[in-house]
């Protein structure tokens, strides 16, 4: 949809930032200036003490000095709430007074009337909830609290009764004045065959409201309480409002819990999905009586990168999950998966949380299983492969389904790991490294040293290297800050690996304009507290550091900034082609992708040799190769020594 123009600049002017933000942090009256509308909170996006969140309420803009984050009030409000654009929009122009355009006309008429179903289904579902409280629907209230849904978790889910009548939602509506059309169109009611009064979609069962995920009623979904109905389970039929294999259930709920940090569990029904939420799980949604769709795959994607399908312990629920997988496998991206909890036999979540309580229930789902080994249990299960040809056929299904995966890395992952499954499964064990002492081939590589293993750069985090620069590179600029504003460009794109890093990273560009070093590091323990600095100085590596040894040599601390930062761009930028490269492999292979790769490692080891460190000893000859300055003169008075003795004259 889009919107007139000047829409959003009067939706940001009637909007107060602080007002918006100050729902969810804390401000800091030592810091802040409301009358100037400057405010400072911890940050909301990240874990932190200090009051690092900084807002302008006169900019209308928010900023962290911490984990940089940045934007204004519909930005905040999709981060926070974890709604999309125009959902923003309309939560914001709902809180100030302000009508949302419609397209034309006949939007506008389609809008008033979705409109009017949704307050008809409002009157449904407080009919509903008024039945449950009759004495006819005293089996219902009994069999909600075997399940062990309190009255208090009965009102939050506003779970309600159908009478077993014809036409008692039918008269209850119309005898407040609601049209056949409305209630007909809504899909609480179907016309009769014999001519006679519509009569009740829902009889006789208990009632759970669906909502979408801005809260709004769209449908019903009814548990027979006759257990000789032929549908235990039954959904409104798909109306203007309700489309079910789009919608899910406790929507809404479930994505404000998942934006706080809450993994996403999808459940097979209504009463698991209470079942979890009440047991503290909030973030569980439910399809709506059908295997999971495309398009509700792709909101659970958009709730989590990584939903956990959390699936009855029987023979339905296996089948369900294995066609999941063949929905999922053609949509995976970097970052975006499944996992599988799979329930004990003949268990549900629900059975589940009654047995053992929410740490059987947290168990579960630590130990849920990535998709791949989903995959490779439903090709291999109760087939026996004591053949060449029925090997083969297993690898032809695995290359098939794998085939599907449209991320060439992706793929390539799934290709290794099903390639170690398959290796486990036919025996062909690899053998254990050799342990010290014991006989090993006279060609095998030589067993790292203790040492060696226990230093920090095999020992420490992946990217640890990468580290070490950072925190010459900040040390550096703290201690000269003079060099501030002619490096200020190189440190504000850096992408630092830790935390602390980025802070500091935020106070220096905060600080350009302070020169005194002990100024600048007063300031950034103020603003950060004296923690990260004193980390970061007592590392040895930046103590040993040449600009920090002689802190009075402006120019030897620019160089050396100049050639870390060289050195880590260097390095990063080989590990992206490397990893672009990797890409490539599972295309093919020719002779660009090994230049590319020969271009990589000489870039890095131009940077790595550094400006330098080469200008004292080595020149550059004619073809471009390094020669050794002391060795080129050798060689010089070498060549005098020769002239002189086949000329008869002295080297002068």
């Known amino acids: 949809m889009s919107l007139p123009p000047g829409f959003l600049d009067e939706l940001r002017t009637r909007t107060s930032l602080s007002q918006v933000v100050g729902r969810k942090v804390m401000w800091d009256p030592r810091k802040s200036n409301q009358s100037k509308g400057d405010m400072w909170a911890p940050c909301p996006f990240h874990q932190e003490k200090s009051a690092s969140f900084h807002v302008d309420d006169r900019k209308g803009y928010y900023y962290c000095f911490g984990c940089h984050a940045k934007g204004d009030a519909i930005s905040f409000i999709r981060e926070t709430e974890n709604v999309g654009f125009m959902e923003a929009i309309e939560i914001l122009a709902a809180e100030a007074g302000m009508t949302m355009p419609a397209r034309d006309p006949q939007a506008q008429q389609k809008s008033d009337r979705r409109s009017q179903l949704i307050e008809v289904m409002e009157q449904?579902?407080?009919?509903?909830?008024?039945?449950?409280?009759?004495?006819?629907?005293?089996?219902?209230?009994?069999?909600?609290?075997?399940?062990?849904?309190?009255?208090?978790?009965?009102?939050?889910?506003?779970?309600?009764?159908?009478?077993?009548?014809?036409?008692?939602?039918?008269d209850h509506l119309t005898g407040k004045g609601i049209t056949p059309d409305l209630i007909m169109g809504a899909g609480l009611a179907k016309p009769s065959q014999r001519g006679g009064k519509p009569y009740d979609t829902f009889r006789g069962r208990i009632m759970f409201p669906i909502r979408d995920a801005r809260g709004r009623a769209i449908a019903f979904g009814g548990r027979a309480m006759d257990p000789n109905d032929n549908a235990k389970y039954l959904n409104s039929p798909e109306t203007e409002l309700f489309d079910k294999g789009r919608s899910l259930f406790n929507h809404g709920p479930a994505r404000e819990a998942a934006g706080k940090g809450k993994p996403l569990i999808v459940a097979e029904g209504y009463m698991d999905v209470i079942a979890l939420a009440e047991a503290g799980f909030g973030a569980t949604v439910a399809p709506l009586g059908t295997a999971i769709t495309d398009t509700q795959l792709q909101l659970m994607w958009r709730i989590h990168p990584e939903p956990i399908i959390a699936l009855d312990g029987d023979t339905a629920g296996l089948r369900a999950a294995m066609r999941v997988i063949d929905l999922a496998l053609p949509q995976l991206e970097a970052g975006q998966s499944l996992r599988f909890a799979l329930m004990p036999q003949g268990q549900d979540p629900d059975d589940v949380i009654r047995s053992g309580g929410a740490g059987a229930m947290q168990k579960l789902l630590d130990q849920a299983r990535p998709m791949v080994q989903l995959l490779w249990q439903r090709e291999t299960e109760g087939r026996v492969f004591d053949s060449p040809e029925r090997k083969a056929a297993l690898d032809k299904d695995l290359r098939k389904a794998i085939a599907t995966i449209k991320d060439p890395s992706i793929r390539g992952h799934y290709g290794e790991e099903i390639k170690r499954l398959r290796?486990?499964?036919?025996?062909?064990?690899?053998?254990?490294?050799?342990?010290?002492?014991?006989?090993?081939?006279?060609?095998?590589?030589?067993?790292?040293?203790?040492?060696?293993?226990?230093?920090?750069?095999?020992?420490?985090?992946?990217?640890?290297?990468?580290?070490?620069?950072?925190?010459?590179?900040?040390?550096?600029?703290?201690?000269?800050?003079?060099?501030?504003?002619?490096?200020?460009?190189?440190?504000?794109?850096?992408?630092?690996?830790?935390?602390?890093?980025?802070?500091?990273?935020?106070?220096?560009?905060?600080?350009?304009?302070?020169?005194?070093?002990?100024?600048?590091?007063?300031?950034?323990?103020?603003?950060?507290?004296?923690?990260?600095?004193?980390?970061?100085?007592?590392?040895?590596?930046?103590?040993?550091?040449?600009?920090?040894?002689?802190?009075?040599?402006?120019?030897?601390?620019?160089?050396?900034?100049?050639?870390?930062?060289?050195?880590?761009?260097?390095?990063?930028?080989?590990?992206?082609?490397?990893?672009?490269?990797?890409?490539?492999?599972?295309?093919?292979?020719?002779?660009?992708?090994?230049?590319?790769?020969?271009?990589?490692?000489?870039?890095?080891?131009?940077?790595?040799?550094?400006?330098?460190?080469?200008?004292?000893?080595?020149?550059?000859?004619?073809?471009?190769?390094?020669?050794?300055?002391?060795?080129?003169?050798?060689?010089?008075?070498?060549?005098?020594?020769?002239?002189?003795?086949?000329?008869?004259?002295?080297?002068?």
């Open 124 to 170: 449904a579902v407080q009919y509903y909830r008024l039945q449950s409280k009759t004495a006819a629907a005293g089996d219902a209230r009994a069999y909600l609290a075997r399940r062990g849904l309190s009255e208090a978790a009965q009102e939050r889910w506003e779970i309600g009764f159908a009478p077993d009548m014809w036409q008692g939602l039918w």
């Open 423 to 652: 290796w486990e499964l036919f025996g062909q064990r690899r053998t254990s490294q050799q342990r010290p002492g014991k006989w090993r081939p006279r060609d095998a590589p030589a067993l790292p040293m203790p040492t060696t293993r226990n230093s920090a750069l095999v020992s420490g985090p992946p990217r640890f290297e990468e580290e070490l620069r950072e925190a010459v590179i900040l040390a550096t600029l703290v201690t000269h800050p003079a060099l501030l504003p002619e490096f200020e460009g190189e440190l504000e794109r850096l992408e630092f690996v830790t935390d602390d890093h980025r802070r500091i990273q935020g106070a220096l560009l905060t600080h350009l304009g302070e020169n005194d070093p002990e100024a600048l590091r007063a300031a950034i323990a103020g603003t950060l507290g004296p923690g990260p600095l004193e980390k970061l100085f007592a590392q040895s590596h930046v103590q040993i550091a040449p600009p920090l040894l002689d802190r009075a040599d402006s120019e030897k601390a620019m160089m050396c900034l100049a050639e870390e930062l060289a050195k880590l761009d260097a390095a990063r930028g080989a590990a992206r082609e490397i990893e672009d490269a990797v890409e490539d492999l599972a295309g093919l292979a020719d002779e660009g992708l090994t230049w590319r790769l020969g271009q990589v490692a000489e870039a890095r080891n131009r940077a790595g040799r550094g400006d330098t460190e080469d200008k004292g000893e080595y020149d550059i000859g004619p073809n471009g190769a390094r020669m050794s300055r002391e060795e080129r003169n050798s060689f010089d008075r070498l060549l005098e020594q020769i002239n002189f003795t086949k000329g008869g004259r002295r080297p002068s």
